[in-house]
């Protein structure tokens, strides 16, 4: 069974730009979950998708948003970039069930490196 | 409210010796605690869960955790380090949030480095 894909690997965007990141998540999971990876801030967790709806958010501005396809693909999107925002961005994906307790299975991440 | 709490930022072992990886966590009701690995630019692997029943859970690569409900902690150990075991370790406890649905929140991991 093939893994979470995320792609680009790698992203060098600028100040001001915005960025689109994608997730293809094991075949049958409908939960996808997005967390940012920083040094100083460890891993926060940005939000979750279950069949399209956003279930959960964690608390980033609005430039962050995300939105999951009918095939449970996501993407993510941050507008407006900005230095704070280099980072790497892990997907995960999991069966999705209200109490979370089966595991989440996460991409090898997109690292975003803002200049 | 910190929910997982991983209080070494770094722990150093033999090759052979035994390793501990500690973690206490601090949430209402039954936790759904996690162990997870990450190595250099790659994403986290799941290396073992406690949801309930036993205390004592085994993992992937000989690891095991002990759940501990009066000291609130579920620490990682393995009996004999590998230096191939050597990566940034994270702990992640299953929380409800508003809208009734958890999620998971990481502690801010431990590294490990396994010395010949």
């Known amino acids: 069974k093939a893994g979470v894909t995320q792609t680009p690997r790698y992203l060098i965007k600028t100040r001001g730009q915005q960025v689109t990141l994608s997730c293809s998540p094991i075949?049958?999971?409908?939960?996808v979950s997005w967390y940012q990876q920083t040094p100083g801030q460890g891993l926060q967790f940005l939000f979750e998708?279950?069949?399209?709806?956003?279930?959960n958010k964690g608390n980033f501005p609005g430039r962050f948003s995300g939105r999951q396809f009918s095939n449970s693909r996501s993407e993510m999107n941050v507008s407006t970039l900005e230095l704070g925002d280099s980072a790497l961005y892990l997907c995960?994906?999991?069966?999705?069930?209200?109490?979370?307790?089966?595991?989440?299975?996460f991409g090898n991440g997109t690292r975003l490196t803002v200049t | 409210a910190q929910s997982v709490a991983q209080p070494e930022d770094q722990v150093n072992v033999a090759e052979g010796n035994p390793l501990t990886v500690k973690c206490t966590y601090s949430v209402s009701g039954n936790p759904y605690l996690f162990w997870y690995v990450q190595y250099p630019n790659r994403g986290l692997q799941f290396l073992l869960k406690?949801?309930?029943?036993?205390?004592l859970v085994k993992g992937s690569y000989g690891f095991e955790a002990e759940f501990n409900k009066s000291q609130t902690s579920f620490h990682l150990k393995k009996p004999s380090a590998l230096v191939s075991d050597s990566a940034l370790y994270f702990c992640?406890?299953?929380?409800?949030?508003?809208?009734?649905?958890?999620?998971?929140?990481f502690g801010a991991g431990t590294r490990l480095a396994v010395h010949p």
């Open positions: 992640a406890v299953s929380r409800t949030f508003s809208g009734g649905y958890n999620k998971l929140i």
């Open positions: 406690y949801i309930t029943g036993d205390n």
């Open positions: 998708y279950f069949s399209e709806t956003q279930r």
């Open positions: 075949s049958g999971h409908r939960s």
């Open positions: 995960a994906s999991s069966w999705g069930n209200r109490q979370m307790n089966s595991p989440l299975h």
